[in-house]
């Protein structure tokens, strides 16, 4: 069910997971509730971490909150803190895993940012700049190469095992 609150779209997160919102073409608001479960690594009330279709690279973890956002500045304190919550435990799991040098979380919003819609979505992606092989420079989503549901589940699992083990 979709409400209109103060220009946000208030989706609950249960649901969220299941509606297909069609004026939104981000293409996380578009995959079933099925389908979002095999590729998440970490989830609470306000955000979902998951492996998006097209990884900049291995490791490259996407967080959305459940209240469709435009931009950081509209998060409440709640919002805020869960978001942040989730996107620690997905940068967690992925340094557990690849062991990088360093870690980007970024997010970015406006017209800026080249996409078409305007949907508040963070990443996380490893730098591994001095492991031959693994080295990241940034490139545009578009042109990285889209990944199997299969290899994202994988990735999915091996994120959530590292998470869940350190406990």
Not at 34 to 49: G, M, R
Not at 131 to 159: F, N, S, V
Request: hydrophobic share 30%; aromatic share 10%.
């Amino acid at each position: 069910m979709l409400l209109q609150n103060k220009g946000k779209r208030l989706v609950s997160p249960l649901s969220n997971l299941s509606s297909k919102q069609s004026d939104c073409p981000c293409g996380y608001c578009f995959n079933s509730s099925e389908e979002k479960s095999l590729f998440t690594v970490f989830k609470n009330d306000c955000a979902i971490a998951m492996i998006p279709e097209r990884p900049r690279i291995p490791g490259n973890v996407v967080i959305i909150p459940y209240i469709y956002h435009t931009n950081f500045t509209s998060l409440s304190k709640k919002e805020f803190h869960g978001l942040f919550l989730c996107v620690r435990e997905a940068t967690l799991a992925v340094e557990r895993v690849y062991e990088p040098d360093g870690t980007n979380v970024w997010c970015d919003w406006g017209d800026i940012t080249g996409r078409s819609y305007q949907h508040l979505v963070w990443e996380i992606v490893p730098r591994n700049d001095r492991k031959e092989g693994r080295k990241y420079r940034y490139k545009d989503i578009h042109l990285c190469p889209k990944w199997t549901q299969a290899q994202r589940a994988e990735e999915a699992t091996r994120l959530r095992e590292a998470l869940h083990h350190s406990r």
